[in-house]
Structures are given as structure tokens and as C-alpha cells.
């Protein structure tokens, strides 16, 4: 099974930079996705991390590491669309993905 | 232009009457899957489907039924709808459910009187 912890919400200001942070618990572990979903709306895809170490795309990064159940996604430079939540997605060997109940972030001018 | 879509996108029904939602991609993918949104609780799993005619149950699957006839579709069938059921639904779907980006519907909101 799969048990995902990430902070409910986060608030930061435009310009400044955010780090949310998941810890999973995964049987067969496989790599962890990273969603972005404004309300409504469906969730994109951001990252995508299958070893330790990290991966930049532009203003966001994400960070993995295997051994510690740990992974983070850090958004610089924020803007004011960048306001929405942000759903860690670990998979599994057998394909399953499992997603995080999401982190609301807030940004303030 | 590649896509997942979901029909309807919007329906209220009264308990107890059959219903479908409609999901089909154009990606020749392999895999596609159901969640389902509530607050509070996140995207949760109801069914999936690693290849035609292979289903196998998510998270939540009780209330609901699925069906893989062709690779591009994968229909959500509720067969007697409850109150509980009404939540924000997306179908997805991946090249190979492995570790491949997964790509969304649109979503659709069911209400359930």
C-alpha cells in the first residue's frame, strides 16, 4: 500500500520561492510524480523523478530521494498563477500511481 | 492534438438511475483509469485497466463498474447511483501505466439528488 504525507497549504509571496514536501510510504517503489491542479481544473503534469538526486524544469525542481521516502518540489520565482495545489504521485512497480490529498499554495502580491 | 475526453462533463441525476461516463483518447495508450475527487481526500483510484479487456479495481471501485472493449475507450458505469457518488471524476490514461506521464480528462462533475 501507499501512505502519502504533504502540507495541506503553503502561502508565499509573487517573486519569493516555495519548497513542499512529501514523505510516501510505497511497496515496490518505482518514482514519483509531481501534478499541478488549479481549482476545477485537471491536473498537469510538472516532474517526473525515477532516481535520487535532483531534476530542474525551468522554474521548478524536484528533489528525490529513495532511501529517505522523500521527495520535494520547489518553485521559484513565483507568480501569481502559480496559486493552485500540487499533488505528489509516487508509482509502483505494477504501474499504480497513488496521489497526495495535494498542498494549496497561496500566492500574495 | 493529443487528448483524453470525458462526457458528460456536468450531469445531475436522481438515485438509483444507471448512468455512464464516457472516456476516450486519441494516444493509442495502454493504460487509462477513473478517479475520483472529493475534498479533503484527493484523487483516489476506482478502477484501471492495463490493456483491452484487463480491468482490475482501484481504491474505491464499490458502486462502480468499468468495461475495456477497444484501447481508446473506457467507459464508468454507475448502475444505481447514491448521494455519496457525487464527486468530481477524471478518467486518465498513459503509454503503459509504467512510470509514464499520466494525462487527464477534463473532469466531470456529477451531482447525485
Known amino acids: 500500500g501507499q501512505n502519502i504525507d504533504q502540507p495541506t497549504e503553503m502561502t508565499a509571496t509573487e517573486g519569493a520561492i516555495v519548497q513542499i514536501n512529501c514523505t510516501y510510504q510505497t511497496s515496490g517503489f518505482n518514482g514519483l510524480f509531481w501534478y499541478q491542479q488549479h481549482a476545477g481544473e485537471a491536473p498537469t503534469f510538472l516532474s517526473y523523478?525515477?532516481?535520487?538526486g535532483l531534476e530542474e524544469k525551468g522554474r521548478f525542481s524536484s528533489f528525490l530521494s529513495r532511501s529517505k521516502g522523500y521527495s520535494y518540489l520547489l518553485l521559484k520565482e513565483l507568480q501569481m498563477k502559480d496559486s493552485a495545489s500540487y499533488l505528489c504521485a509516487p508509482f509502483d512497480s505494477w504501474g499504480k500511481f497513488q496521489f497526495g490529498a495535494g498542498t494549496q499554495v497561496v500566492v500574495t502580491p | 492534438e493529443a487528448q483524453v475526453t470525458q462526457n458528460p462533463r456536468y450531469l445531475i441525476t436522481v438515485t438509483g438511475k444507471k448512468l455512464t461516463v464516457t472516456c476516450s483518447q486519441n494516444?493509442?495508450?495502454?493504460?487509462m483509469s477513473w478517479y475520483r475527487q472529493d475534498p479533503g481526500l484527493g484523487l483516489r483510484q476506482i478502477y484501471y485497466?492495463?490493456?483491452?479487456?484487463?480491468?482490475d479495481k482501484g481504491d474505491v471501485p464499490e458502486g462502480y463498474k468499468v468495461s475495456r472493449k477497444e484501447k481508446r475507450n473506457f467507459p464508468l458505469i454507475l448502475e444505481s447511483p447514491s448521494p455519496n457518488q457525487t464527486s468530481l471524476y477524471f478518467c486518465?490514461?498513459?503509454?503503459?501505466?509504467?512510470?509514464?506521464?499520466?494525462?487527464f480528462g477534463e473532469g466531470s462533475w456529477l451531482t447525485v439528488v
Open positions: 523523478n525515477v532516481l535520487d
Open positions: 486518465a490514461s498513459s503509454e503503459t501505466g509504467s512510470g509514464n506521464t499520466i494525462y
Open positions: 485497466s492495463m490493456n483491452v479487456e484487463v480491468t
Open positions: 494516444m493509442n495508450h495502454e493504460y
